[in-house]
């Protein structure tokens, strides 16, 4: 060895044997002929295995300074990248920084490009940042590379202020620096202004048409909602990949252009441009949103044929579409014939049975999952936990919780949320507001389920609670936190906090949200504030299909059906496409109008569509056509409907009530009751009605044996129609018992009584019930004042109906309607005041309608009022021009005034109009069967006994005062002429043939479709004296109780 080297070969010689890592027992000859190939080369040359000497690595710029090496800027950069490729640490690094420093490298651009690519690369962006501005030169790499650092840290305010930056430095951006650019946009906390004056920049910059630029341009017009502006860009690219065609399909499936989607797929594929299996994915989940299991199917064949069946990524979007659309045979298939499943297949598979409510089949796979060897993760868990949830299963949720808290996921937000909602959903609330407390994340999610539990509980003093803690500990609300508190708002019918709500919805601007705004159309629509509901829809729902149906069905449970259909022909104008809940309001309100034909083309639109198997439609169908009468159609539509279900037996015996068909209903109740079908309150009302129109007080009676078996005679409604059934079949006595029997009166309870008493002539009864109802704290409605008003009419207490009349507004804020002005106009005219009852009209503060001039002319009739009488009739016929009745009254007016001309020209002018008089007609129930008569009628089997016992009657009745007073509206030249039978109403046969037929201790009742005559009601009385019976009879105006020789209207009806 040499004592002492030269110089020259010291420095040169140390660094070879320290760069080549020499044993010490290397020959020296060895090393002297590596130093003369030395001395031929530059230390460039022979350094340029520095970055692969392990010891030199180790030893870093320490070796080389105590070999007392002074390095060079190449030497300090392999230094560097020795350091990136293995990994250096932070330290040593920063050590390299300081002796470039040191050494006055700092300017060189090399070094400073190795020390921005070591920091970035060990995460020390600070360090990165100072070097970036630092650096004596940045190309427009560098540039990039510290904006796609920035946009990966999610830095985006920082990555603008670079971009910014670099635009004032003059470096012109190229793809690279756009795509970071963009990238910084995702986060969502980005204006979009902003974005708008980036894409302007990369068009100055000539990028329009790049795809490197446009393609996540595209994605990110898509997420922000802006589909259409992402067409545009997509459209305007000249050479689309891959990437370009996902972007766009994902993006129109996501922003429900989900026909598009398919559309677009299909033109690439037209294209010749072979799908990937994210373009798949994209397709199949714009066919899960459609519902179409067609196209989803056709699609699944393209997959098999083009070889992407054993694709994992694929193959979930099969299973989640198959699971969707209810095929759970052809999604098991799938996932069973799967070569390679992942975390996301079992999940998918999981959460799909979960939301179908198959929990246990769910835990199940779950098992299988591990068995695979596949680790939960938290979407897997909280699908769990939604399982137990569906099937309220306290228990196993409650192993879960523990198994997550096992595992480390205990904290994980939708873990949380599942959890507190399992809590919550079995209404173990101590547990739910207990786990609440405890969890340390502010996540609004469990604010929303908490508002949901209380909600749930209709608690609304502590949802309300639990709203307000969130404003003060300044949780953001999200669009589920409103509609949370909204819904309770709106099952315990608090419009008033509702109102609050909503100021701080508009406050938050959250009114544009279209869930927030579909749940305050609700809101208002179902608590009576229509207009507030209509003015939110066209303000800011859009074409959100729910805000529509939510409005209609709003108008169809306030029974504006005119406007609930107005509003469904809007919706469809305006192309949006009408849902199942649309669709079977439109049907409720077609109902409700009695609509038949338009009824009939929605229900062909909802078999187009394929909602016409929906049950509550079905229900709705049932409904339609049993109301306007279709008998046929209604047992059809009934037969389609699920097998004991409820509403469709209610809806078939309430709408053969309504549509006049209850013998059909009462036959519908009987077969509910012979097949063990449940009754309700609606279906005891609807029947107890159609016995009562029908007047059929057994079948009256057998309804209301049913109900008193069955606990339904405790409830008020029910209680008041049975009122109201007895009262309609004669027997008041039987409706008083009833009413004074019922624990819990209501104003109904109260009107039916009133009404009942009025009807029936006991008009001092009806006044009596009308005290009791004030005193009892019971505000009367318009329904009582017409009871009320009614009653001063049928007993002649004028001045006393008109201080009644007068009191609605004064005392009881009640506007009169037109049926109270027709009860005021009745009591005078009953009471001869004709020029009053004039007068009184002419200064009515609505427009008169006819019932109101046909009260004044039927009046004048029976007062042989010409003028005034003919003064009606001009009014009457301009309202209703072809009425029947107009002409029959003042034809009777002409008769009664012995005006025989006139009556024979209205006579002729009846027959030119083709009007026809109604024939006048009674009813009498003997032996379970109706018998029916009209004037003189010899079709009965017994008409000859009828008509002989007739005779008899009369001739005995006659013995005692009655005199026949018919033929006021003949002529004596037609009384001669006039066949004697003509003279026998309908009523008298009816009676005679009950009084013929009937036992001695059966009162005798009759029902008549007109007002009963003066002659007819003078006959009945004395027959109830010779025969000493009870004959009731009810017209069309009211009940007549004959006995004794006398009658309850006392003569004045």
């Known amino acids: 060895m040499f004592k002492q080297k030269p110089m020259f070969l010291r420095s040169v010689s140390s660094s070879f044997i320290f760069i080549h890592g020499v044993p010490r027992k290397l020959k020296t000859r060895t090393v002297l002929r590596t130093l003369c190939q030395i001395r031929r080369a530059s230390f460039t040359a022979i350094s340029v295995s520095i970055s692969e000497d392990e010891s030199f690595q180790e030893n870093g710029i320490d070796s080389v300074e105590n070999c007392g090496i002074r390095p060079n800027h190449q030497t300090l950069k392999w230094l560097l990248e020795g350091c990136l490729k293995t990994n250096g640490s932070l330290d040593e690094g920063r050590k390299l920084h300081s002796q470039i420093l040191k050494l006055g490298f700092d300017n060189n651009a090399c070094l400073s490009e190795k020390l921005l690519d070591f920091y970035l690369f060990k995460g020390d962006l600070d360090g990165a940042l100072k070097v970036f501005d630092e650096m004596p030169e940045r190309t427009i790499f560098t540039w990039n590379k510290m904006i796609k650092e920035l946009a990966s840290r999610s830095l985006s305010g920082k990555v603008f202020c670079l971009f910014g ?89 996501k922003n429900e252009c989900e026909v598009e989607a398919i559309r677009l797929f299909c033109d690439m594929y037209v294209l010749g441009i072979m799908p990937t299996p994210y373009a798949f994915s994209s397709v199949l989940s714009a066919c899960k949103k459609i519902e179409s299991l067609e196209i989803g199917e056709q699609l699944h064949g393209l997959v098999l044929k083009l070889g992407f069946s054993s694709d994992t990524y694929v193959c979930n979007a099969l299973v989640s579409l198959y699971f969707h659309l209810g095929s759970l045979i052809s999604a098991e298939h799938i996932f069973s014939n ?73 904290s994980n937000d939708k873990i949380e949320g599942a959890l507190l909602n399992l809590y919550a ?69 608090d419009l008033e906090l509702g109102e609050q709500i909503h100021s701080q919805i508009i406050k938050t601007s959250f009114q544009l949200n279209a869930y927030v705004c579909s749940v305050l159309i609700d809101m208002y629509a179902k608590l009576g504030k229509l207009d507030t509901a209509w003015d939110i829809l066209i303000r800011f729902a859009g074409k959100d299909v729910v805000s529509w149906t939510t409005m209609i069905a709003g108008y169809t449970q306030y029974n504006f059906d005119d406007k609930a259909l107005t509003t469904f022909r809007q919706m469809l104008d305006r192309g949006i496409r009408s849902d199942e809940v649309g669709l079977t309001n439109a049907v409720s309100a077609c109902a409700g109008l009695q609509a038949l034909k338009e009824g009939q083309q929605i229900h062909a639109q909802a078999c187009v569509s394929g909602f016409s198997s929906d049950l509550p439609f079905q229900n709705a169908l049932v409904t339609l056509y049993s109301k306007c009468g279709n008998i046929e159609e209604a047992y059809l539509a009934f037969e389609q409907t699920e097998a004991g279900d409820n509403i469709a037996w209610n809806a078939l015996v309430s709408g053969f009530q309504q549509s006049g068909n209850n013998e059909e209903a009462l036959r519908v109740f009987a077969r509910m009751n012979r097949e063990g079908i449940d009754s309700n309150n609606f279906t005891f009302g609807s029947a107890v009605k159609a016995a009562s129109e029908t007047a059929n007080m057994k079948q009256g009676k057998q309804v209301h044996a049913v109900i008193t078996k069955t606990g339904y005679d405790s409830e008020t409604e029910v209680c008041n129609a049975i009122i109201s059934m007895y009262a309609k079949c004669g027997s008041i006595s039987d409706a008083k018992k009833q009413f004074l029997e019922l624990s819990m009166k209501n104003e109904v309870s109260w009107n039916a009584m009133i009404n009942a008493y009025s009807k029936h002539g006991f008009g001092s009864e009806a006044l009596d019930s009308f005290d009791q109802m004030i005193h009892s704290n019971v505000r009367p409605n318009h329904v009582t004042l017409v009871g009320v008003l009614s009653a001063c009419s049928h007993i002649g207490l004028v ?41 009184f009209i002419l200064e009515m503060p609505i427009e008169p309608d006819a019932l109101v001039w046909r009260t004044l002319l039927s009046a004048c009739v029976v007062h042989k009022n010409m003028e005034i009488g003919e003064f009606a009739a001009h009014h009457l016929l301009e309202l209703e021009p072809e009425d029947s009745a107009t002409y029959v009254l003042l034809s009777n007016l002409y008769a009664v005034c012995r005006k025989w001309d006139a009556r024979d020209l209205t006579r002729q002018k009846m027959k030119e109009k083709g009007v026809k008089k109604e024939p006048g007609q009674s009813w ?130």
């Not at 302007?200 to 259409?228: E, H, M, W």
């Not at 545009?232 to 370009?244: M, Q």
């Not at 109830?1024 to 105006?1037: G, H, L, P, T």
Request: some cysteine; overall charge negative; glycine content about 6%.
């Open 165 to 253: 930056r670099m635009v004032n430095e003059n470096v012109t951006p190229n793809e690279g620096t756009f795509s970071g650019v963009l990238e910084a946009c995702r986060g969502g906390s980005v204006a979009f202004d902003v974005v708008e004056q980036i894409h302007a920049r990369i068009i100055y910059q000539g990028l329009g048409k790049s795809t490197i630029v446009c393609n996540p341009l595209i994605d990110l017009y898509s997420r922000n909602g802006f589909v259409d502006r992402a067409r545009r860009v997509f459209d305007g690219l000249y050479l689309k990949d891959h990437s370009s065609w996902v972007a766009m399909i994902s993006g129109l499936s």
């Open 338 to 410: 799967m070569s390679q499943r992942d975390a996301v297949t079992y999940n998918t598979l999981i959460n799909g049975l979960s939301q179908c409510g198959y929990g246990e089949k769910a835990m199940e796979l779950f098992k299988r999952m591990q068995l695979d060897g596949l680790e939960p993760d938290s979407n897997t868990l909280a699908s769990l936990v939604v399982a137990c949830s569906s099937d309220g299963t306290l228990f196993s949720g409650q192993q879960l919780h523990a198994y997550t808290t096992k595992l480390g996921f205990a």
């Open 425 to 493: 959903k079995c209404s173990d609330i101590e547990t739910a507001l207990n786990y609440f407390l405890e969890t340390e994340v502010e996540n609004v999610v469990l604010w929303n389920v908490m508002l949901v539990a209380y909600g749930l509980l209709d608690d609304l003093r502590n949802s309300f609670r639990i709203f307000r803690q969130m404003q003060i500990e300044e949780i953001v609300p999200n669009q589920y936190t409103y509609p949370s508190i909204l819904k309770t708002c709106i099952r315990l019918g």
């Open 799 to 839: 001045d006393k109906g008109i201080e009644y009349f007068e009191s609605m507004n004064t005392e009881y804020g009640l506007a009169p309607k037109p049926e109270h002005y027709v009860c005021v106009v009745d009591m005078l005219t009953r009471a001869g005041l004709l020029s009053r009852a004039k007068d």
């Open 924 to 1053: 009498i129930e003997v032996k379970n069967s109706i018998h029916s008569f009209y004037v003189g009628d010899q079709n009965h089997p017994l008409a000859d006994e009828i008509h002989e016992y007739f005779k008899d009657l009369t001739k005995r009745a006659s013995e005692i005062g009655y005199v026949q007073d018919c033929f006021s509206l003949l002529s004596e030249l037609q009384q001669e002429q006039k066949d004697p039978t003509i003279f026998i109403h309908s009523e008298k046969l009816a009676i005679s043939f009950g009084l013929l037929s009937l036992p001695a201790t059966m009162p005798i009742n009759v029902m008549k479709n007109l007002r009963v005559c003066n002659d007819c009601h003078d006959w009945i009385k004395f027959v109830s004296k010779v025969s000493n019976r009870e004959i009731i009879v009810r017209d069309a105006y009211r009940f007549h109780h004959f006995e004794g020789g006398a009658c309850s209207c006392k003569d004045y009806w």
